[in-house]
């Protein structure tokens, strides 16, 4: 079996090679789509990651502003707030939030303003 199995290897070499050549590309497509479906589910946890930040920071930053005692400390809590919403419209300007996010930063920043 084996002698006739090495035989037949040897007078097909060329036909071999092109099915092995094509197998290795099925396999090579195979992995790009794998690798595509993870970084789109990996792009989702950011999507998340990016609005739970957002929104956190905004409430800091609200909170600060609402909690300071004297002028001084407002003053520089509303400073702080309005450079964080500056920040924040400019990556929504540069489209840097996630499809998702955008919008809700849209709403928040219309809404703190």
């Known amino acids: 079996m084996f002698p006739e ?5 040897l007078e097909n070499n060329a ?3 092109a099915i ?10 195979g992995g790009l789509l794998f690798i595509g ?6 792009g989702n946890g950011l999507d998340l990651q990016s609005l739970q930040r957002f929104n956190l920071d905004a409430a800091e ?12 400390q407002k003053e ?3 400073i702080e707030f309005l450079n964080f919403l500056e ?8 489209r840097l939030f996630p499809k ?9 920043l219309c809404d703190s303003i």
């Open 20 to 29: 092995a050549a094509c197998v290795s590309a099925i396999l090579a497509f």
């Open 100 to 108: 998702v996010s955008n919008r809700i930063v849209v709403e928040k």
């Open 76 to 78: 520089q809590a509303f």
């Open 5 to 9: 199995l090495w035989k037949f290897v």
């Open 61 to 72: 930053r609200e909170q600060a502003l609402r909690c300071a005692a004297d002028k001084d």
């Open 37 to 42: 479906y993870q970084i789109k589910y990996a």
């Open 87 to 94: 920040v924040s419209a400019a990556a929504q300007n540069a």
């Open 15 to 17: 036909a071999i090679s």
